[in-house]
């Protein structure tokens, strides 16, 4: 028994190293033709160039179409345990109000506030209006700010999953504001 359990994990093994040396050839072998392609069409990488740095790069697109074509990143990532996200719950607030394209959130002193859904961090900073935010672009979609947040737990570009700590309210209040391609969206279908 003891012995078929140790060769099934060694195959597994085997076929998830093959797998992540498969996908890391295909992955420099796209890159190689691009990058050949574009030195070769000026046109193309003028729109390239465009497309980075003027407009906005949805990450969650570019991981769902990774995902689907060549699966998870690492794919020995089921024999290494995870760790349980900090929250299971919604934000907890005493009161709600509309606040520009959003919500005020008036909070308990210090709450911890929690990722809503899975998603890439895409800006840190300070916003007019809103104080240190937090954006989330979901997996869904969605842009998710968290305005007026304290004690900043997360970095540029980090890859969060649902119930992971963000950081902290400030001063008892914080805000939230739920954007789809641009489009404001009901705050009230999310909270």
Do not use: C, H, W
Request: a neutral charge; hydrophobic letters at 40%; zero cysteines.
């Amino acid at each position: 028994m003891e012995r078929d359990r140790v060769l099934k994990e060694k195959l597994v093994l085997k076929k998830s190293i093959r797998r992540l040396i498969n996908q890391t050839l295909i992955s420099i072998i796209i890159l190689l033709v691009g990058l050949i392609v574009i030195r070769k069409d000026v046109s193309l990488k003028e729109k390239i160039n465009k497309k980075i740095y003027e407009d906005n790069i949805e990450f969650i697109k570019v991981k769902n179409l990774y995902d689907k074509y060549f699966g998870e990143l690492l794919p020995i990532s089921n024999l290494v345990s995870k760790e349980q996200p900090v929250f299971n719950e919604k934000i907890k607030y005493l009161k709600e109000e509309k606040y520009l394209e959003g919500v005020k959130l008036t909070v308990d002193n210090n709450i911890m506030i929690p990722s809503m859904k899975d998603g890439i961090v895409v800006f840190i900073g300070e916003k007019e209006n809103y104080g240190n935010t937090i954006v989330v672009e979901q997996t869904d979609g969605v842009d998710v700010t968290y305005g007026n947040i304290d004690n900043i737990n997360v970095k540029l570009y980090d890859y969060v999953e649902s119930g992971t700590l963000l950081g902290q309210a400030k001063d008892n209040y914080m805000y939230l504001v739920f954007q789809k391609e641009g489009n404001n969206l009901d705050y009230k279908q999310y909270i």
